[in-house]
């Protein structure tokens, strides 16, 4: 294959890869989808509460925690783990902190037991037998406790305190809960049980009859109806002074299960979709003007050779946001990943320097333009991946050790690593080889040389 054929073709596939790039970003309107600190939402960090913990256990919270914010439906939530006992999680698009804390922190630990005796809280609130139980060694499954539960009849409020046997069955065996409405349309949340669960709850329902069995959540008393007959269907309602939302997020939090542990909430963000919107601004603004700066010193300073990067950086500016809009169901743009990308222009234009003061060397010595663009790149491509191993190394290692924005950085830093050396050897190199055989092309001002060796140039050129 002929040098100018093999250019053409080098040149094809640069051109292939942005149309591959963009006809499915067209044809299915791909944008980027945007982090935290550039949509606007809230950021959460939970400490892991106990002595001891397994690492294990903080695996799985992530899990059902992720499960759990999956449910609200919000693009592209951030559920990592920081050291050995914090769970960071970064939720973009939602402004209700409040909703987002009921379901992330909420153990939901669902249990059934039997109330043994209850008692008005006006008639034993200074009686030291009816204290509500508290503590964690106390509110254990195996354990009688004391909870309080608020009523409701005619308009009128009434706490109660009820005395609740240990837990005859758990949440272990909920199959599914959703949200349902009783007559009056007040919303209510109804569960399914597993086999087993079905099994076991219409014996506790057989063995105690006419007694009323308390539904408890996270050592709260959301009901405490009577079992009027044994229930052997295996279905069951939960009933409250419940919201509509409220009852989606109970429903939620007991599809995805129980937390393996209780989260304490340690520090609360929260930003407006304002704020992430001047982010992005400002980070696009300092990335043009980075842009038009490299762009002006490589025309300064390399003259026709400068053009042939600014091309190559237009290229490079066309794969990044390509890549970026088509990566948007799996992965969010955050500001360090902004960073990432105004960084890696200086990155693009090194390798560009790199080769071009290499033909700059080859034309001083008197040889053509012509010539120097292929022997010059032999040289320089081997700098240029050292250059870029080392980067892409130094990335690698911050993704894969980092957590939260971080990360996003790394991302984008390796991303436009792999595309400099993708462009500097399809694109840069193919079109100054291409672009030097022109006689015009070759001369040597053209290319910011001033002083050659005078056997082939004929002299001096000023």
Sequence with gaps: MKRRTKNLVFIGIVVATLLALYIPKFALNLSPRL??????????VYEAQGKTLDPGVLEKTVEKIRERVDK????????????????????PGIQDSERAKDIVGKTAQLQFRIVAESKPYSEVKDDPGWAVTEGEENLRPDKEIILSYETETEGKKEKLLYKLGPTLMSGDLLKEAAVGYDEGGVPLVNFTLTGEGKTKFGEITTANSQKQLAIVLDYEVESAPNINEPITEGKGEITGTFTEKEAKDLSIVLNTGALPVNLKLITEQSVTATLGRDSLRQGLIAGVIGLLIVALYMILFYRALGLVTCFGLLVFG???????????????????????VIVSIGIAADSSVVYFER???????????????DRAYKNAFRTIIAADTVTFSAAAILYIFAVGSVRGFAFTLGMATIFDVFISYLFIHPLTSLLAGLEWFGRPWMVGVRHIAGSRSGGDAK
């Design 359 to 373: 033909v700059k060397e080859e034309v001083r010595a008197g040889r053509t333009l012509r010539s120097s663009a």
């Design 35 to 44: 982090g935290l600190d550039l949509s606007g939402g809230i950021s959460l």
């Design 318 to 340: 066309g794969l990044m946001y390509g890549f970026i809009c088509v990566l948007g169901e799996f992965w969010s743009l955050t500001l360090a990943g902004i960073a990432g």
């Design 72 to 91: 609200l439906g919000v693009a592209e939530p951030e559920i990592t783990m920081q050291g050995e006992r914090n769970v960071i999680v970064q939720i």
